[in-house]
């Protein structure tokens, strides 16, 4: 189902961002192998290393990062938003695992075909678990990769373990209507409009997957990647007890003021500016 018919009045404004900026970016899709599955992402053509962006559990980068992308810090860089599969523009086979590791599997593969010598990545929550993988995969060909509020641990986050308590059928069957009526209700209407455009079936398994984890653990993954790697938080998001301790890790901090967890809608310029500085210099 297309986002632009599930949210009248904010995916309004991001139709008419669209409309204003078809030079700069438009849709385009990844035929992924030995499927007829199709990945799906916005580009922003522009200069620099690219850089990919990934989101999290029940979102789609194509809603949430073309605000981020056309802030004044990012604007005239090259620009990936990629939606995963089950989620966003993109296709959500039935037959897919949708576990973290065959989510990045996909995201490798795409870079791949892309030929790109160096690229940065920006990962957000679950995205964050897949960016890991797929820096892990890519070895040094990850110039920059940036982090927010990931998920580095096995177990899995409130919203995901909350998911995972369901049986499969469960969810698909009305677990996943319910939390689009609780969103609704609580006035949480642009994740809500994102959760309505994912697969029901790929948010209960890749929630699975986060709870189920991955060993070795993405925090140890990411701790030992030779690229210049960057954590951002959301200013209400903390304390956080991973603050202190990856500034002692050696990992560079940033906070985006104003913003919690979604960062990339309460926040885009300070979330853009974050980016920017993360992914500057060599």
Known sequence: ??????????LRLRALICALFIPVFAMRSFAIQSSTA???YLQFDGGSTPLLMIHGLGCASSFEYPHVALAPTLRGRRLILLDLLGFG??????????????????VFSFIEAQNFERIDIYGHSMGGSVAIETADLLGS??????????????GGGTFSRAIAA???????????DAYLT???RAGNR??????RASSALAVHRSATSLVE?????????????????????????LPDADVPFLSSSGISVRIVAAAGHSMATENPEGLAKAIAEATAGA
């Open 1 to 10: 189902m297309p986002l632009a018919a599930l949210e009248p009045s904010s």
């Open 38 to 40: 199709r990945l799906r």
């Open 89 to 106: 523009y993109s296709d959500r086979p039935d037959d897919f695992s949708y576990r973290i590791h065959d989510h990045a599997l996909q």
């Open 141 to 154: 060909k990850v110039k920059h990769l940036v982090l927010s509020e990931a998920n580095l641990d096995n």
């Open 166 to 176: 369901f049986k499969e059928a469960d969810y698909v069957n009305s677990g996943h």
């Open 182 to 184: 609780e969103a609704e």
């Open 190 to 195: 642009e994740w809500a409009a994102m959760m």
């Open 213 to 237: 984890g991955s060993s070795p653990d993405w925090r140890s993954r990411f701790l030992k990647h030779p690229s210049r790697k960057t954590f951002i938080f959301g200013e209400r998001s």
